[in-house]
């Protein structure tokens, strides 16, 4: 059996991939909407394949949601945030044991 080299009907049909990826760049030039748009709007359609949808869901992705490392956290100095939340728990405290008792409950008659 020979190994490597060109073999008859073997790899991939020539214009295979290229017509669906052109029907959906004509769909997408007709109705003015961005890559980004299209993917988003492939993902939504469900009367395409969960497996197509995935793919472009995966591929707009990036588009759309920020990576973890780029948000910035914005944190407090000098331990503020702690100091805020100690000073809220405080007045609550206060709050609560200058309320009035409420009335000491009655039992029933034997």
Do not use: W
């Amino acid at each position: 059996m020979p190994r490597g080299g060109s073999r008859p009907g073997a790899g991939r049909k020539k214009g295979s991939r290229v017509v669906r990826t052109s029907e959906l760049a004509i769909k997408a030039g007709a109705e003015g909407l961005s890559p980004v748009e299209l993917l988003l709007g492939i993902v939504r359609d469900e009367s395409q394949s969960l497996t197509f949808r995935a793919q472009c869901a995966g591929i707009v992705l990036p588009y759309v949601t920020p990576r973890l490392a780029n948000v910035q956290i914005e944190r407090k100095s000098d331990n503020r945030v702690l100091q805020e939340l100690l000073e809220k728990i405080r007045d609550e405290k206060r709050t609560i044991d200058h309320a009035p008792s409420a009335p000491p409950l009655l039992s029933a008659p034997a």
